[in-house]
């Protein structure tokens, strides 16, 4: 699904430092990765985010967990985040963060993210033809969602971030009928 800026302020003001920090480093799509992996873990791991929002849990644990599982394995920006966030007791932040900084990241790189649902799957050509298309009305780099959804009888339903551009048949018939309906009053 197509993201939108749905982020805790705090959480995106916290990937906006680090995304400059990233950028004066010319780290900043390598810190993506490490986030996107990071986030893929924590989503995957429910026990870890319980373990990161619980206040219970003092900030010397978080830290000595830290260092055990991710040290070496992620860039010093990202445990930096991590610390900061820690001290802070703001831990449960951070797949807010991690999401922001993704669509901040995507942002500064031209891309947005483009839901597509039709009735039936598009083959790998077809859905670049799509991807194209949407590339060059939106003037960014699509990335493009596809899902399927038989009820639309054909044509698309595009969703770019809260807009939605409705061209299914199920829709056109609709209005169709609306404008009958209409005539007969």
Request: net charge neutral; hydrophobic share 40%; charged share 30%.
């Amino acid at each position: 699904m197509a993201r939108t800026m749905k982020q805790s302020g705090a959480g995106v003001q916290y990937a906006r430092a680090l995304l400059e920090l990233a950028n004066e480093r010319k780290q900043a799509e390598p810190v993506g990765e490490e986030l996107h992996e990071l986030g893929q873990i924590i989503e995957g791991n429910k026990s870890l985010l319980s373990f990161l929002s619980d206040p219970g849990i003092g900030q010397a644990e978080h830290t000595e967990l830290f260092d055990r599982v991710f040290k070496g394995r992620l860039s010093q920006l990202v445990m930096n985040i991590m610390g900061v966030l820690n001290q802070k007791g703001r831990l449960r932040l951070l797949p807010s963060v991690i999401d922001a900084y993704q669509e901040l990241l995507d942002d500064q790189l031209g891309k947005i993210e483009v839901d597509v649902t039709v009735a039936q799957r598009l083959d790998s050509a077809t859905l670049e033809q799509v991807r194209q298309r949407i590339s060059q009305a939106l003037k960014k780099d699509a990335i493009v969602h596809q899902y399927v959804d038989e009820k639309i009888i054909g044509g698309m339903v595009l969703r770019v971030d809260d807009k939605l551009i409705d061209a299914s048949v199920k829709n056109q018939l609709e209005a169709m009928k609306r404008q009958l309906m209409s005539r007969r009053i």
